[in-house]
């Protein structure tokens, strides 16, 4: 009968609420992070503490370009490590108009060049009258990140005989590791925060042009996701480490092969202060 029928549709569209508003805790966040030691740490202390509060939480690591066009698309969700307003600044004039600044992690990001504590010179304007001792070599990361792109100007700002050699972070640390055990001179792309700066006894070298500025570490997210998870995007709103608990936090989770390991270890330790 006509009853029937609209009896059937009111329970049809009951059932499909019911089915489809699930509870707050089951909503997914997809966050993407570059290979960088303190992306990965950051991130990882992220999940570890969304999935604390029953949250499900998958990342996926990619380069910085492609992380800004996903989230530029809202094919994802968040991105921690975005250097902003300098270092990231080409990707944010590309795609800024369509994401959302969340937070911000970490405000003293430094970039420069960097050599071991050994090297007696403190200035970029020295490396060319040194440039046989470094090998004329500036050893840096993959060419997508804003700190390789900042040592190519620096290069011709400062008309370096030079060349930057774009590697992995790994091959990086593990070039100056080399360097530094036989007293060798070594300029790295470096930045804070990071790891290196426990491990080894280094020095970032002045930059009188100005080319390597100091950077926010901002949470941006696509564009809407505020309004669609306000709980979820109120925890990344809060989300914030000074520079000792960051550089225990990257340490953490360099000890092992699986970042999440080292997360967990941080978020124990200082579990009441992170609530």
């Known amino acids: 009968t006509e009853m029937n029928k609209i009896i059937y549709i009111l329970l049809s ?3 499909l609420g019911l089915t489809s508003c699930e509870p707050r805790h089951k909503q997914d966040v997809l966050i993407l992070y570059p290979n960088w030691a ?3 740490a950051i991130t990882y202390l992220a999940k ?66 960097v050599v071991p504590a050994y090297v007696n010179i403190e200035s970029i304007e020295e490396l060319n ?29 400062y008309n370096l ?10 091959s990086m640390i593990t070039a100056l590791k080399k360097a530094e055990k036989n007293k060798e001179w070594i300029v790295i792309t470096g930045w804070k925060p990071h790891f ?6 280094l020095k970032k070298l002045s930059d009188p042009k100005g080319i390597y500025p100091t950077d926010n570490i901002q949470v941006i997210s696509r564009r809407g996701f505020k309004e669609d998870k306000p709980e979820i995007a109120a925890f990344f709103e809060s989300f914030k480490l000074e520079d000792k608990l960051l550089h225990e936090l990257i340490i953490d989770v360099s000890m092992d092969k699986n970042p999440e390991i080292g997360a967990k270890v941080f978020f124990e ?7």
């Open 13 to 15: 569209v009951l059932l």
């Open 161 to 170: 005989d030079y060349s930057q050699i774009s590697s992995s972070e790994t």
């Open 38 to 40: 303190e992306g990965i």
């Open 48 to 113: 570890v503490m969304l999935e604390d509060k029953g949250y499900t939480v998958t990342l996926k690591r990619i380069e910085p370009g492609p992380i800004y066009t996903a989230l530029s698309r809202g094919d994802a969700d968040i991105y921690m490590d975005a250097w902003l307003p300098h270092t990231q600044k080409d990707y944010w004039a590309k795609y800024g108009h369509k994401l959302d600044v969340l937070g911000t992690v970490f405000d003293d990001g430094i970039t420069g060049l």
């Open 129 to 157: 009258e040194n440039k046989d001792k470094f090998d004329k070599k500036i050893y840096g990361i993959a060419s997508g990140a804003g700190i390789h792109a900042n040592t190519e100007k620096a290069i011709t700002a």
């Open 196 to 201: 290196m700066w426990t491990e080894f006894e």
């Open 269 to 275: 330790k200082h579990r009441t202060f992170l609530y």
